[in-house]
């Protein structure tokens, strides 16, 4: 019985995950004409020059790159690509939203925290096994 269970406890812990990556996802934005492209252009130009954005097209599509340069009837954008591209230039009133993004990417003390959590998870799945395997 005891192996019953300890192989019911691994099999939950092996084949759950904490965020489930299935399931339809559906994207839904601003729609054409519902973006007030003067109060856009008006963001948008007072954004400095190298700031990293993610711009978001009223058609759905998005993408993140750097801001070079914010004119009145559009905005020229160098995509974030690993073989490089030339810039992209989107018209104001393709514009869904900009946002400027602060970095917040994997920070050396967060890929420390889930190295140690990974390294208990794993230390006690094993003892686990250890455990139920020794009391037969």
């Known amino acids: 019985m005891r192996k019953i269970v300890a192989m019911a406890v691994m099999t939950a812990m092996v084949t759950t995950g904490c965020a ?29 020059a190298g700031s990293r954005v993610r711009v978001e097209r009223v058609d759905g599509s998005s993408f993140h790159g750097t801001l070079m340069r914010a004119a009145p009837d559009a905005i020229v954008v160098q995509k974030n690509t690993r073989l490089p591209e030339p810039p992209v230039e989107v018209p104001i009133d393709q514009l869904a939203r900009v946002t400027v993004e602060n970095g917040g990417g994997a920070s050396t003390a967060k890929a420390v925290v889930i190295g140690i959590a990974s390294g208990v998870g794993t230390f006690f799945a094993i003892l686990a096994i250890a ?3 020794s009391n037969d």
Do not use: I, N
């Open 131 to 133: 455990f139920a395997a």
């Open 20 to 48: 489930s990556a299935g399931g339809p996802h559906m994207a839904v934005g601003p729609q054409a004409g519902v973006v007030d492209t003067k109060a856009m252009a008006e963001y948008v130009g007072r954004l400095p």
